[in-house]
């Protein structure tokens, strides 16, 4: 069964806003709503992210760091749902100063008003692996790649790239692949034959043409992150697409799964400061501390994802390094935030609708 | 008037006036424009999303009505100490979150779930049924929690009617059948009416169903709100659904009222 432990390991959208909005978001406001009424300068600073062992990681490393230099409290909230801040924006009452969320969405929530500006004369953005944003900045990232059961599929059975997973022929079996457009695009492009490196602006015609080759053999459009691996376990799969977190999770709990490293999709997870902030100078400095090498590494090195800084690679336990996707390898695609920010309704629509036919 | 007072007040400060919020921002807010209307006319995939939820919502609705009429019938027969526990079994879904049993259906209906399982040890066949992740294991889902209502209001219909009509019945001659076509369910018809209102005013909204238990084609209305509200921020477009919804739950309540009003009891009335 899957828990709210596992639910909450690793950033992907939608499953995340809805869970992390649902129970846990609502103690977390109820708790976030008292601190706002302080109005001294320094703090404390509410910092909301998607709960669950990530944000416990984060909060034992990274807060614990800041609060211990600088003295100022940080009060944990969970559930960074963007309609919540728009909300908070809206009315003036706002909860949180410091939020952690993803990049698109965060982009669209720059423009709408709801994020300060990035300082970045406070935040340090030298060696940065991913692009810095206006309104954002990466601290880590995580990898999207292909999921198999090797009792099921053992070597040379399963597929190891986007071409052999779309190659029903070599490779056959149900596929599982998320019911939105983020990453299938980037995916169907891959298998038809374009290079990780030259994907954006992605050619939406041909990554739908290409989609539609898969769809017969798609048996699953998968709504949350964690039936990703439910699916799998349960034989109602074979291969998946899934998070390298989520699998490794999975792994530690003794399930029968694996994952494939080489051509994946890496995102970012970004964090931002909340427009109007009280706090806006010490919610810099939180955000500072995110992107401080040898913090994203006590980070990584408790939940195995990537970190942002190409520095903070020197401080990976070696078992957490060799499980990292490559950034630098010519495979492996690193997701463009910002084109999704400006096309992903329409994309999402189309895609919405392509699913329904 | 002097005892609705407070709920009125309530009702305009926390239902009205959100409510109307909600129908200005759909077109346009402080820029009017029926510009997301014309987007939900012109966008294929709005009016089949709509099309989906009103007929997944009609389908549980009525087979709702099928399984908890022979249950509230059921409860009313019973001495009522006994009827209580019967009726703590009928909450018990309720303890659950639905995302727990949405979940949960996986073990019964699923590929190597109870049914299947059983099904090929009985058969000795290899295949399966395919009862999940399509608009099956939705209609399922939705049954499962909608049942609850309809069974309460239906019963409450049914503890209304005095034993003395059925006895007249009786003592005149009219089998157990008659009574219960002739007597019996035409009483009951408002409390049917009223839980038909219910289960399909919830299942319109319903989402969390079609996305767990759902495949490919059965997102409804509510799923695409969700996405506005939540991914793309487009709070306009979001108000702009939400009041189709409402319209067409809207339409279908005049409708029950109409039926309720008119032809059912015209002839007694």
Known sequence: ?357 | MRFIAPALVLLVAAFLLPLLYVVYLSFGGSSPSLEKYAAIATEPLYRQVLLNSVYISVVSTGLTLLLGYPIAYHLEAQPPRRRTVLMILVLMPFWTSILVKSFAFTVILGKSGIINSFLQWATGMEGHLPMLFNRFGVVVGMTHFLLPFMVFTVLASLLTQGPELRRAANVMGATRLTIFWRIIFPLSLPGVMAGILICMIMSMAMFITPALLGGRGDLMISNLVEFHVRDTLDWEMASALAVCLLAITGVFCIGIARVRGGQLFGEEG
Not at chain 1, 249 to 275: H, K, L, M, P
């Open chain 1, 1 to 357: 069964m899957t828990t709210t432990k596992d639910r909450l390991d690793a950033p992907t959208r939608r499953d995340l806003l809805r869970g992390a909005g649902a129970g846990a978001g609502a103690l977390g406001a109820m708790a976030a709503g008292l601190p706002t009424l302080a109005i001294a300068q320094d703090g404390p600073i509410v910092w909301v992210a998607y709960g669950g062992s990530t944000q416990e990681a984060q909060k034992k490393t990274i807060v614990a760091a800041f609060m211990a230099d600088t003295g100022i409290e940080v009060i944990p909230a969970s559930g960074p749902d963007l309609a919540k801040l728009k909300a908070q924006v809206q009315t003036g009452n706002l909860e949180w100063d410091v939020i952690g969320v993803i990049g698109s969405q965060a982009i669209r929530a720059g423009r709408a008003g709801l994020l300060e500006k990035m300082d970045y004369s406070i935040v340090d953005t030298a060696d940065l692996d991913i692009p810095p944003l206006e309104y954002c900045a990466p601290y880590y990232s995580y990898g999207g790649g292909i999921g198999y059961d090797p009792a099921r599929h053992p070597e040379g059975r399963h597929p190891t790239n986007w071409q052999e997973f779309w190659d029903v022929e070599r490779f056959p079996g149900r596929r599982g692949l998320r019911n939105r457009p983020d990453e299938n695009l980037e995916m169907a492009l891959m298998a038809d034959g374009v290079a990780a490196r030259d994907l954006y602006p992605l050619d939406v015609d041909r990554a739908f043409a290409s989609l539609d080759r898969i769809k017969p053999h798609v048996s699953h459009w998968i709504a949350g992150t964690p039936q990703t691996i439910s699916l799998l376990t349960q034989n109602e799969i074979d291969f998946v697409f899934t998070y390298s977190g989520r699998v490794e999770a999975a792994q530690r709990d003794g399930q029968s799964v694996a994952y494939v490293y080489e051509n994946n999709i890496v995102t970012g997870a970004y964090v931002a400061v909340t427009r109007g902030s009280r706090n806006r100078d010490a919610a810099m400095r939180l955000v500072s501390y995110f992107l401080k090498p040898e913090l994203q590494a006590a980070f990584c090195n408790i939940m195995g994802y990537g970190p942002s800084k190409s520095t903070a690679r020197a401080h990976l336990e070696p078992e957490v390094l060799a499980r990292q996707p490559d950034l630098q390898d010519p495979g492996t695609a690193i997701t463009d935030v910002e084109w999704w920010a400006e096309n992903g309704e329409a994309v999402t629509t189309r895609f919405k609708t392509w699913l329904l036919t």
